[in-house]
């Protein structure tokens, strides 16, 4: 079997990494609640940024659950589990002892004299908010090791012929008139049946399953359409219906959102998430179709930046909280220069870090779940012209 590199879902990848640093820069901004927050607050941001919120996570686990049928596709299930035990679990536990507690820290500050002070709390293992030990927006690498271990018979299953009948009825199903609405039906129906016992989203597994089963529709609805070719040749062919009614979408979307009292009806509330998960859907799926038009190209940036997501991902949040902090206390808080200069310092920061710390040296590119690095004898190998016998 040939390996096949789509270079769209790449592109999207590095795009949806980068929408992540741009929502939590916003979050030292708006009024909802973070870990801290700059003097001044933008009533206006909250527009994009509540835009943002449902959807940037569901695209980034749409192209998680694509990438996920292709590493089933070359590896043995227990070669696969391995290999994702040690790319998303050795990050998430270094994650966890170095690069969250900075955030934790800059929270609390005034409490400790030190930050090697405040470190030592971290190994009594009381979970945030009580204590220091937290994965904070690691939370996702942990989601993913979950969907990728309790999917896999499903997963198999998919894979395997005994669901080419299945296939073919999706497929059927999709290709009529308002067929990939249909998806959108056993995420609502989860939400009715688990929002009412868990009705906020925590990121912290063990009171978050409305949102945990939630992101896994998005993540099994990637692995459906890596594996099932045809649906992403339906997502190309509708791309045009899908962004008109992404569009209608978000008007209806911030429509709502403007009357939404501050104690809604239950229906009321459903109403609202009705609204923003059609939104954020048929927002993914025209991103999905265009991107199979215009990002189709591989270059060197592009492996580049793919390569850099993952660890960017894991320090962007860390660098975002401490150059927020200090530029909050150099006396700028007006929100449009600050955000820029909290954007980009935090943004040079992780790329600094990743380019010149983690990616040279193999024991950091482990704990950063990166690939080792090639060979040098294979590259000079590769470099040496071949000649006719």
Same mark, same amino acid.
């Given at each position: 079997?040939?390996?096949?590199?789509?270079?769209?879902?790449?592109?999207?990848?590095?795009?949806?990494?980068?929408?992540?640093?741009?929502?939590?820069?916003?979050?030292?901004?708006?009024?909802?609640?973070?870990?801290?927050? &700059?003097?001044?607050?933008?009533?206006?941001?909250?527009?994009?940024?509540?835009?943002?919120?449902?959807?940037?996570?569901?695209?980034?686990?749409?192209?998680?659950?694509?990438?996920?049928?292709?590493?089933?596709?070359?590896?043995?299930?227990?070669?696969?589990?391995?290999?994702?035990?040690?790319?998303?679990?050795?990050?998430?536990?270094f994650g966890?002892?170095? *690069?969250?507690?900075?955030?934790?820290?800059?929270?609390? *500050?005034?409490?400790?004299g030190?930050?090697?002070e405040?470190?030592?709390?971290?190994?009594?293992?009381?979970?945030?908010?009580?204590?220091?030990?937290s994965?904070?927006?690691?939370?996702?690498?942990?989601?993913?090791m979950?969907y990728?271990?309790?999917?896999?018979?499903?997963?198999?299953?998919?894979?395997?012929?005994?669901?080419?009948?299945?296939?073919?009825?999706?497929?059927?199903?999709?290709?009529?008139?308002?067929?990939?609405?249909?998806?959108?039906?056993?995420l609502?129906?989860?939400?009715?049946?688990?929002?009412?016992?868990?009705?906020?989203?925590? &990121?912290?597994?063990?009171?978050?399953?409305?949102?945990?089963?939630?992101?896994l529709?998005?993540?099994?609805?990637?692995?459906?359409?890596?594996?099932?070719?045809?649906?992403?040749?339906?997502?190309?062919?509708?791309?045009?219906? &899908?962004?008109?009614?992404?569009?209608?979408?978000?008007?209806?979307?911030?429509?709502?959102?403007?009357?939404?009292?501050?104690?809604?009806?239950?229906?009321?509330?459903?109403?609202?998430?009705?609204?923003?998960?059609?939104?954020?859907?048929?927002?993914?799926?025209?991103?999905?179709?265009?991107?199979?038009?215009?990002?189709?190209?591989? &270059?060197?940036?592009?492996?580049?930046?793919n390569?850099?997501?993952?660890?960017?991902?894991?320090?962007h949040?860390?660098?975002?909280?401490?150059?927020?902090?200090?530029?909050?206390?150099?006396?700028?808080?007006?929100?449009?220069?600050?955000?820029?200069?909290?954007?980009t310092?935090?943004?040079?920061?992780?790329?600094?870090?990743?380019?010149?710390?983690?990616?040279?040296?193999?024991p950091?590119?482990?704990?950063?779940?990166?690939?080792?690095?090639?060979?040098?004898?294979?590259?000079?190998?590769?470099?040496v012209?071949?000649?006719?016998?």
């Amino acid at each position: 079997m040939q390996r096949t590199r789509y270079h769209d879902l790449d592109w999207l990848r590095v795009i949806a990494i980068l929408l992540l640093q741009l929502f939590h820069t916003g979050m030292f901004y708006v009024p909802w609640e973070w870990h801290i927050k &700059n003097p001044m607050i933008s009533t206006t941001l909250v527009y994009p940024m509540a835009w943002l919120h449902y959807w940037r996570m569901p695209l980034l686990l749409v192209i998680s659950g694509a990438g996920t049928c292709f590493a089933l596709g070359f590896r043995s299930p227990g070669v696969y589990l391995k290999e994702r035990w040690k790319r998303l679990m050795t990050p998430l536990l270094f994650g966890m002892l170095v *690069i969250v507690p900075p955030q934790i820290y800059f929270e609390h *500050i005034t409490e400790y004299g030190s930050y090697w002070e405040f470190w030592r709390t971290v190994f009594n293992f009381v979970p945030y908010p009580e204590g220091s030990f937290s994965w904070h927006h690691l939370w996702f690498i942990l989601y993913l090791m979950l969907y990728s271990a309790v999917g896999l018979p499903l997963m198999l299953y998919l894979r395997s012929d005994r669901s080419a009948r299945f296939r073919d009825g999706l497929v059927r199903l999709v290709s009529r008139p308002g067929g990939f609405g249909l998806f959108l039906i056993p995420l609502f129906v989860s939400q009715l049946i688990l929002r009412p016992y868990f009705p906020e989203t925590t &990121n912290s597994l063990v009171d978050d399953w409305a949102s945990f089963t939630y992101y896994l529709g998005f993540f099994l609805f990637g692995f459906v359409c890596c594996q099932e070719r045809r649906l992403w040749e339906e997502i190309l062919e509708r791309r045009r219906g &899908n962004a008109v009614i992404a569009l209608v979408m978000i008007v209806a979307f911030f429509t709502v959102r403007a009357h939404y009292p501050d104690s809604a009806s239950s229906a009321y509330v459903y109403f609202y998430m009705f609204t923003a998960a059609t939104m954020a859907w048929y927002w993914i799926l025209t991103m999905m179709g265009y991107a199979r038009t215009l990002l189709t190209r591989d &270059n060197a940036f592009l492996r580049y930046a793919n390569e850099a997501t993952y660890p960017f991902y894991i320090l962007h949040q860390t660098a975002i909280i401490t150059v927020a902090y200090y530029v909050s206390r150099s006396g700028l808080v007006s929100v449009v220069p600050s955000y820029l200069v909290v954007l980009t310092g935090s943004f040079v920061l992780s790329m600094g870090l990743y380019h010149f710390v983690i990616r040279p040296f193999g024991p950091l590119r482990f704990v950063f779940g990166m690939k080792p690095r090639p060979r040098l004898a294979a590259k000079r190998r590769a470099a040496v012209p071949q000649t006719a016998a």
